[in-house]
């Protein structure tokens, strides 16, 4: 079946320091691939989305390409802010069209 | 827009009690959905719909997980003889249309369920 593994936190980081969160999946054809973004106390919004292969999503600075060759779909920022501490979820939904799969989350704080 | 809101947002059983969570989707959502979230774990898929129908149960742990979407609006979610391996934060999320895999899904805020 259909499986995400990102890499488990936390990740402490200064402020205006690079942000990468590794994720990669396992399914089959063709998925549509998610980040999601938890911050504290509130529910999980979207973040950015890429739906085919060598797509790139991007919002708030935050920018992540669909790499088909090797099943990717990582999260960077050049410079986080301390506003970026939250846990992060890769996601996938599969070719069938329904429900999402998500990975453990990554659990990040930005230090001042 | 209103977003996708849930009730209660706490709710606290017994062991044995039975509980009811609701979920109001986005006005005009086609598609809902409800997750499962241990703590410190990823959301896990329980069920789906499609409107009233219900089209994907397979997430849903034993048959004391029961959901319902009645008039393809709200949906509720019963657990019965709550077990303390139910405790979690129950998330429902709305999505606009009934088919691909390119829309996005819309997620309320949860309810936390803590079995005592």
């Known amino acids: 079946g259909d499986s995400v593994t990102q890499m488990e936190g936390p990740v402490t980081l200064s402020e205006e320091a690079f942000l990468t969160i590794n994720c990669t999946y396992t399914?089959?054809?063709?998925?549509?691939l998610f980040w999601y973004v938890q911050y504290p106390g509130e529910g999980l919004q979207l973040l950015l989305k890429?739906?085919?292969?060598?797509d790139k999503g991007s919002n708030k600075g935050f920018e992540a390409t669909y790499r088909k060759e090797t099943t990717s779909f990582h999260l960077e920022k050049g410079s986080v802010q301390v506003s970026d501490s939250a846990v992060y979820f890769c996601a996938l939904r599969g070719a069938a069209g329904n429900k999402l799969t998500f990975g453990g989350g990554t659990r990040v704080l930005v230090k001042p | 827009g209103a977003g996708v809101s849930q009730s209660p947002r706490y709710k606290v059983a017994k062991r044995g009690q039975d509980v009811a969570l609701r979920c109001d989707p986005i006005s005009g959502h086609v598609s809902l959905f409800w997750y499962q979230q241990a703590l410190g774990q990823g959301p896990e898929f329980l069920t789906y719909?499609?409107?009233?129908?219900?089209?994907?149960k397979s997430g849903l742990p034993s048959d004391r997980f029961f959901a319902e979407r009645p008039e393809g609006s709200v949906s509720t979610l019963k657990i019965q003889r709550t077990q303390q391996e139910d405790s979690a934060v129950y998330l429902c999320a709305s999505s606009l249309v009934s088919s691909g895999n390119t829309d996005t899904q819309y997620f309320g805020p949860g309810t936390r369920l803590t079995v005592l």
């Open positions: 890429a739906t085919k292969a060598d």
């Open positions: 719909f499609q409107n009233e129908a219900q089209l994907d």
């Open positions: 399914a089959t054809g063709y998925p549509s």
